[in-house]
């Protein structure tokens, strides 16, 4: 069994490295004609695909998957929809590859540029949200890269209907039709293989829970684009302007709780908390949140407010709970946040230029932001189309991960005959 | 002993990743300072330094070590002469930290940008050359990275009289004096050590022999921006003007024997090759060059052609040694450099457009070049300053790394109060 896994993804890999070499090169038109026919064939098979999502839905439900987890796997026709448009905002988006930048000549006449390319075959693996497989997927298309693709077995089914209406556009619109794959095993060896096949896949993409991306990370062999955990702060300095501080501190936080950018801690100015704190916790007690303060937090607020341990300033709530700490100013709130956080998406609220130039050079997350929400940080906020996952990595991509995130630079040189000296 | 080599190296990285906290803001103006004071001390110790490498020259002659080491390992005048301009070179280029670039106005009414930033800390891996104590020191202070330095035993004098000079210039001027740290135990542990310390380095950078290299990339659990080998071509398409193929030809591979950018293979179309194959021959044999070629190699030019090997085709020969094919054409040169070739430097010499267009497109390599020689591909010729080594990796950077390398773009937001609808 072990040594048919390994010859079937010994396959796998083999067919997406040669799709990966008529990828490389195939012009955008022919890439876009077979996006357009991969939105025709989902539209024609929305009900197959829905039906097939409730198939997984009913099983998720006898398997008692818990209920974040259900959410995230459900296609309504609402998502179906929502799938739909971000395939076309792909198809609308102009292709990177090929792009030559900084085209300009050295002192030995040679003229030196940057040429954007694919970076290969690109392996991901991923949890319960089946619209990852059409995002992934086309994402890799249009920049040029073959994907093969391992959803989670919860979404087995659901994956397998789109994946269907996928490589059948495919076949017909003339681009190699392993450019997409589908792992079908359930066999969690693999996973093993795809992140350990060095000679076949260029980069590995997991999105998924914490302890599937870190034992991913520990056992690849190949570079990993990885999302950790998003524990987001939002910093009220002493001279914000509270008509701002207000509406983004709720937002940040009670916009969406299940989500990577959600603020997990509100570090406030003991200069302005007296006035801050009991405003904006107002505003908190009707959605509900739970407070957990510092000292100085609960002094201000009342006993109401529980008292957070050094372990909340490093949780990722994901949910209705909010640890607050009022700080002395600026260096003990970047100081908190590049201890605490987890390097995702930091603000700064202030009408101070001069800390708000300082907090961006100082504050060392993929996404640091100056009177904004923090729910702004990603790839279709940002118009990178879609994303294929947010980065908490410095190295390659950082924060929300789009085309340009699965493409490379090579350097081109044109001459006419020169030779070093 | 173990355990006092992981806390020792545990201290090494605690210290790097303090001083990371400092230089990652670092104004241009002080780390400018610095690397001029380190320019100074060079300078001024030139003669210690010069006697400590002469030191590890004959430890290096007892140890018997080969003589392309022993002549990697020398600091002539001349060589420390160089060094000290790649310093200056260095100083003399544009700080790339905190340039803001594509900032716009997104829909949402946020300004969204990118700002490069540091990575953070680097580990530097390294054999024989001392000068790369200086060049990879300059580049991760003018980068805002601390780097933690572990060059090889045969080199340890060289490094350690360098190194004393680096670190009195940054104690007198103002950066943190761990910023630049010399591991300066033999212990290989400390290796081991240096590459898995996850939360204290942000990548590591080896450089040095292939084995080195493939045993540092199957252990780290860091990053790495790694090098292996260079087997470069050079394919004379039907088209080349000869007076353009020959001298390329010629420097390409005979410029210099012993670096990654040298042509291993010649490549030669057959239409061409009837002309080209005895004319360059001839200039080979005045420089001794061993061919080794493909049967219509051998009919063209005569026995006196040793058979290529399959072996041969997949050889970086370091030395004066050719493997040379006739070609049917584009695509066989194509599939054979993608094929055999490890993605380093491949050039094609032709005066057609569409051809030339086309390799650019379908070679997968680091470096692809039109009428110019592989020898251009590194970071002096390409404008980088200095290099700190070159990537044969795809994620990250490509091809020579200079600043840019070390730096990732993180992303700015700019707003007055927007929250996510």
């Known amino acids: 069994m072990q040594d048919s896994i390994q010859n079937y993804m010994q396959q796998v890999g083999t067919q997406a490295r040669q799709a990966s070499s008529v990828l490389m090169s195939a012009p955008t038109h022919l890439k876009n004609h077979a996006l357009s026919a991969i939105y025709t064939a989902l539209e024609n098979n929305q009900a197959q695909i829905l039906a097939a999502n409730q198939i997984d839905m009913n099983n998720g439900r006898q398997r008692q998957l818990d209920n974040a987890l259900l959410d995230r796997l459900e296609l309504t026709p609402a998502r179906f929809k929502g799938m739909l448009q971000g395939l076309k905002d792909v198809i609308n988006l102009i292709d990177p590859i090929g792009e030559i930048t900084d085209l300009a000549y050295r002192p030995s006449g040679i003229q030196l540029g940057k040429m ?36 989670g077995s919860e979404a087995l089914e659901s994956n397998k209907a789109i994946a269907i209406a996928i490589q059948h556009a495919l076949q017909m619109s003339g681009l190699p039709e392993h450019a997409v794959q589908v792992i079908d095993t359930p066999d969690r060896a693999a996973v093993g293989h ?123 709530y994901l949910g209705p709970i909010l640890a607050v700490k009022v700080v002395t100013g600026m260096n003990e709130a970047i100081q908190h946040i590049n201890k605490y956080g987890s390097h995702h998406t930091d603000a700064i609220i202030t009408e101070n230029f001069s800390l708000a130039r300082e907090f961006l050079a100082r504050v060392d997350s993929s996404s640091v932001m100056i009177n904004a929400s923090t729910r702004f940080a990603d790839g279709f906020e940002y118009g990178l189309g879609a994303e294929i996952g947010i980065s908490t990595d410095k190295i390659h991509a950082r924060g929300p991960v789009g085309l340009e995130g699965l493409t490379s630079q090579k350097w081109v040189v044109f001459g006419d005959g020169q030779i070093r000296q």
């Open 116 to 151: 954007r390319v694919p970076l290969g075959v690109i392996g991901m693996i991923y949890e319960s949200r089946p619209n990852v497989t059409l995002e992934a997927a086309s994402l890799a298309l249009k920049s040029g890269n073959a994907i093969i693709l391992r959803g």
């Open 194 to 316: 795809l992140i350990t096949m060095t000679e076949y896949v260029d980069v590995i993409v997991p999105r998924g829970g914490k302890s599937l991306i870190e034992r991913i990370s520990q056992e690849a062999r190949i570079p990993v684009i990885k999302h950790l955990d998003g524990n987001c702060h939002v910093f009220v300095e002493a001279q914000a302007d509270l008509q701002k501080a207000l509406p983004i501190a709720l937002n940040a936080k009670t916009h969406r709780y299940g989500v990577c950018n959600a603020m997990e801690t509100l570090l406030v100015d003991e200069a302005i908390a007296e006035e801050f704190l009991p405003r904006i916790a107002e505003l908190y007690a009707e959605k509900q949140v739970e407070l957990r303060g510092c000292p100085e937090t609960q002094r201000i607020l009342g006993v109401s407010v529980k008292t957070a341990t050094d372990e909340d300033w490093y949780t990722e």
